[in-house]
């Protein structure tokens, strides 16, 4: 009796590990790996999550969504992929930078999208010029995931106590994408401020304390060209000499602090720059917002404070004369790796829609990747978004391509020697040109 | 004076004498592994890897598809304007933070601490240890908190409220505070191996100096610093080489900054150029032609010391005597 107990429980336990394996094997696995700043930017990943059982019933398959994200460090993050994509381990979607194409495509790590895209209609909708960014070597590598605008925040707070009226202040993102305020009419307020005692010397103006995106637009703001038509490596010297002058003066007139590259984000830049009182004009990102509101200046109300004592407007025309600023989308791409990169697509398509972009746009202060999302209600009436939206008409974008890590490294050691008073505007230029022959040897054409 | 060969003539001593290499061998064996392993293989593969172009844009994990670039990562590298410039910021690192913390103040500390009540020395000892047991992110926030700029920094709030002027102190003395974060940790390795020392020395010895009638710097001069030679080697040395790789701790403070890799070392570059990169794209072959650099000054440096310090004499059999 006992024996047939143990014969039936054995029998039930293979037969039910039978089922698991089977259902197993019936459910998509589904990896997807997205870098986000808690808790504004959760939606990159979580999106997936309230799209699932849609996919699934549109495609009739189980899925097991797997999501893994973190405020990993860049550098981190995107060795991790690159390791994982060799290991065999990569996640089915990756969130990164759209220039990461420019390494991961020629890598083998990406698969192109050309093909697939056409077949979701979601796709039609996002705004024509995201899609520059996501080309390399004639094909599409990626989904846009957001879009943002790197404008000048300006101190309403400091600009009164220049003198300037609301009308005057509540115009200047006007006046500057019409041309009509340049940049040198911001450094000559900058210098009035320090002059009349408003804010201290070097704090007429900060740009970010780290190599990032920023600084290209000052170069491509002085005509500067980093890719050819033909797709080529390129640097233009007197643009390059010109953003150098145009950095180092600041810094020579006491508008920009000589040790602002340094500067701790979180420990010193951000408190300092949210507050309103300290610094006149400082270069950041829109999705600086609700981090200030929420990290920052809760304690003084948060948006309405930053409503009250902060505006953002373009960065004002160089010598191009056209203001400008620059996009750096972030992008679904899909691993080579994966075994099932049509399921992958679709749950990227299912999440691109006005309804689940605003809640990431809203949340962050990332601009709208979709045309109709400027047609949302959610979107349109959102004062931020509604007011910076208009910035993707003027925006830029960094290259993809494999030698942009050694073209922006030496461009931003010419910043470093310009602001540190190393070298001049002419000397930081030779010393990122050379820089730039070294590392890229044929791959880089000097103009 | 004759030589009593064993029984068994000369088979029997071959048999012998094998025996005793394979007994050596084998007690050297695990450590011989761990070398071979952690050592030697990483070694050779981080020289091949030199030898390639390897980058985020072709990176693969099999040896044989990766490009053969010869020499040119060298090249690239002696041709690098910034090359010298952070290979004296090494040697000036390496030389500042070795000489004042980790051998000078390590030893201050150790004969400081060991000629105090026991207990009281036992605690100074316990609270050097703390900079190394810290997590070093942890380590190097306390630090930034502390030195901040005005109105952030714990220093620069105490200097606003005495009415005196506010710095931004990393900033503008970054190889002050990178040796000095450094060195804090460093004190603590020596001070454990001196300290251990010293505490070995037969007491006898200690006291017959005294009873001869030196005074306690004396004792220190003429007894117990002869009598450490060994440790001291071995602390100038392991922390020579330790502080040539080390970087985590600059990265974190500074990261090579502020300016032209003011505070940049050669293992900073290193992890730069093959393992951190805000753009991606990192160059595993470039930063692995720097991790070979390194380590061909680190083995010769090490046999320098070795000769320097006269490494046969120094393990042949102690001459002091214990009771």
Not at chain 1, 331 to 340: D, L, Q
Not at chain 2, 285 to 299: E, H, Q, R
Request: hydrophobic fraction near 50%; proline fraction near 4%; aromatic fraction near 12%.
């Amino acid at each position: 009796m006992f024996r047939r107990y143990i014969f039936a429980f054995v029998l039930l336990l293979l037969l039910s590990s039978f089922a698991g394996m089977a259902m197993a094997q019936d459910a998509v696995s589904i990896t997807i790996r997205c870098i986000a700043s808690p808790p504004e930017e959760d939606w990159r990943c979580n999106n997936f999550a309230t799209v699932e059982e849609q996919v699934e019933a549109e495609l009739g398959i189980e899925i097991e969504l797997n999501l893994i994200q973190d405020n990993a460090s860049w550098g981190d993050y995107k060795n991790e992929f690159v390791l994982a994509s060799e290991a065999g381990e990569a996640p089915d979607i990756v969130l990164s930078g759209h220039e990461d194409i420019g390494a991961w495509a020629p890598a083998g790590f990406i698969i192109p999208l050309d093909d697939m895209i056409p077949m979701h209609s979601e796709f039609e909708d996002i705004v024509p010029s995201l899609w520059d960014s996501h080309g390399y070597a004639g094909q599409i590598w990626g989904i846009p995931q957001d879009a943002e605008a790197r404008p000048i925040f300006y101190s309403k707070l400091l600009l009164r106590d220049l003198g300037w009226s609301e009308e005057e202040i509540e115009s200047l993102p006007e006046r500057v994408a019409a041309g009509e305020w340049t940049f040198a009419d911001m450094m000559a307020t900058a210098e009035a401020a320090i002059d009349e005692g408003i804010v201290d010397s070097g704090n007429g103006w900060w740009h970010r304390p780290s190599n990032g995106p920023d600084f290209l637009y000052y170069y491509y703001g002085h005509g500067g060209e980093v890719l050819d038509m033909d797709g080529n490596l390129v640097v233009d010297r007197d643009a390059l000499v010109a953003t150098y002058e145009l950095l180092g003066g600041a810094v020579a007139s006491g508008v920009l602090r000589s040790d602002v590259i340094g500067l701790d984000w979180n420990e010193v830049w951000h408190p300092t720059v949210a507050q309103a009182d300290t610094v006149l004009f400082a270069a950041g990102g829109t999705w600086n917002w609700p981090n200030w509101a929420i990290n920052y200046v809760a304690d003084k109300g948060g948006d309405e404070f930053l409503f009250e004592n902060i505006g953002l407007t373009l960065i004002p025309a160089m010598a191009t004369g056209n203001a400008i600023t620059l996009t750096h989308p972030l992008t679904y791409m899909i691993s080579s790796g994966s075994e099932h990169p049509d399921v992958a697509l679709e749950l990227i398509a299912a999440i691109t829609t006005p309804e689940h972009n605003n809640k990431h746009a809203i949340d962050s202060f990332h601009l709208g990747i979709l045309n109709a999302q400027l047609e949302s209600e959610a979107y349109a009436n959102n004062r931020l978004l509604s007011s910076a939206h208009y910035m993707l008409d003027h925006t830029t974008a960094l290259p993809n391509h494999p030698g942009w890590n050694a073209w922006s490294g030496a461009y931003f050691l010419g910043i470093q020697a310009v602001e540190t008073g190393d070298a001049d505007a002419a000397g930081a230029a030779d010393i990122a040109i050379a820089q730039m022959q070294n590392e890229l040897g044929d791959g880089i054409i000097v103009r | 004076m004759s030589i009593l060969k064993p029984k068994g003539g000369q088979s029997q001593s071959s048999r012998n004498a094998l025996r005793s290499y394979l007994g050596a061998y084998g007690f050297m064996a695990p450590a011989g592994v761990l070398v071979i392993v952690f050592f030697l293989i990483p070694v050779a593969i981080v020289l091949y890897l030199s030898v390639t172009n390897l980058a985020s844009s072709n990176f693969t994990s099999d040896l044989a598809k990766m490009e053969f670039v010869g020499l040119r990562n060298y090249e690239t590298l002696l041709n690098d304007q910034f090359a010298r410039k952070i290979f004296f910021n090494t040697i000036f690192y390496v030389l500042f933070t070795l000489s004042i913390f980790n051998v000078s103040a390590a030893l201050i500390v150790s004969l400081l601490t060991t000629h105090i009540d026991r207990n009281a020395g036992f605690l100074f000892r316990a609270l050097w240890i703390l900079p190394r047991i810290t997590s070093p992110v942890v380590y190097i926030l306390i630090w930034k908190r502390m030195m901040a700029e005005a109105p952030f920094g714990i220093i620069n709030q105490f200097n606003e409220f005495l009415g005196q002027p506010t710095y931004n102190y990393v900033a503008t003395n970054p190889w002050v505070f990178v040796i000095v974060v450094n060195g804090f940790i460093g004190i603590s390795f020596g001070m454990i191996i001196f300290t251990s020392a010293i505490e070995s020395i037969p007491k006898d010895l200690l006291n017959a100096s005294l009873v001869d009638g030196s005074s306690k710097l004396q004792r220190i001069r003429y007894v117990i610093l002869p009598l450490i030679r060994w440790p001291l080697l071995f602390v100038v040395t392991y922390q020579t080489l330790s502080l040539l790789t080390s970087f985590v701790e600059i990265q974190l403070l500074t990261d090579g900054g502020p300016g032209l890799y003011r505070t940049e070392v050669w293992s900073l570059t290193a992890f730069h150029r093959a393992l951190s990169n805000y753009f991606g794209n990192a160059q595993w072959g470039y930063g692995s032609a720097f991790a070979v650099l390194l380590v061909l000054i680190g083995v010769v440096l090490a046999v320098v010391y070795m000769r320097v310090f006269r490494f046969d004499e120094l393990i042949a059999e102690p001459r002091v005597e214990v009771l």
